[in-house]
C-alpha cells in the first residue's frame, strides 16, 4: 500500500484510516479508539485494532499497528463508521464497544466486583468518568452476549445501569 506524502498532499495521514486498510477486516479499538475519543489522557502510540483474522503487528515509517483477533460474533457489534471533513471514513469502536474490547483483552485482568472495575476505570486508564452517563447499555448487552469475560461485562453493565 502506498500514501501521498502530507508534504505533497498537504493532508495529514489518518493512522485510523491506514490501520483499516493493512489488515482487514478490522476497526480501530481499545485505547487507539478511547484516546481518539478524549477518554483518557495518555497518548497511545501504536494504533490498535480488532479483526476477525488472526493477530498480528505491524510496523512501518507511518508507525506501529496491531491487530487482535476476535470472534465473528462479537465482531460486528458497536462499530460505526466515522467520517472525517467529509474526506475519508474509517472504521472505530464506539467509545462502549472499545471500553468492552479493554475488558475482554487484558492478559491477566480479573475484576470481581464493581469496586475493583471502578479502580481499573479510575487508575489503571484514567477514563473520564463522566462519558459513563452517555454510554448506550444495549452495545454492552451486545458484548456480554457475544463476547468472553462475560462476568465483568456484566459488572460493567451494572454499573452503568445505576
Known amino acids: 500500500m502506498y500514501v501521498v506524502s502530507p508534504d505533497v498532499s498537504k493532508q495529514l495521514l489518518s493512522k485510523e484510516l491506514i490501520a483499516n ?13 478511547l484516546r ?3 477518554l483518557i489522557p ?3 502510540f501504536t494504533t490498535r485494532s480488532m479483526t476477525t483474522n488472526r493477530s498480528a503487528k ?8 496491531e491487530y487482535i483477533t476476535t470472534s465473528n460474533t462479537y465482531y460486528p457489534i458497536g462499530i460505526k463508521q466515522q467520517t472525517v471533513d467529509d474526506k475519508y471514513t474509517f472504521l472505530i469502536a464506539t467509545p462502549e464497544k472499545a471500553l468492552c474490547d479493554m475488558i475482554t483483552t487484558t492478559p491477566q485482568l480479573r475484576i470481581q466486583s464493581e469496586k475493583a472495575l471502578l479502580v481499573y476505570l479510575e487508575e489503571d486508564l484514567r477514563f473520564d468518568m463522566s462519558a459513563l452517563d452517555d454510554m448506550d447499555t444495549d452495545i454492552i448487552k451486545g458484548c456480554v452476549k457475544a463476547g468472553k469475560k462475560k462476568t465483568m461485562l456484566k459488572l460493567l453493565l451494572n454499573l452503568l445501569q445505576r
Not at 21 to 33: F, K, Q, R
Not at 58 to 65: A, H, M, P, Y
Open 21 to 33: 486498510h493493512i489488515y482487514g477486516p478490522s476497526y480501530v479499538s481499545l485505547e487507539s479508539a
Open 36 to 38: 481518539y475519543y478524549g
Open 42 to 44: 495518555e497518548q497511545v
Open 58 to 65: 505491524f510496523e512501518n515509517l507511518i508507525g506501529s499497528f
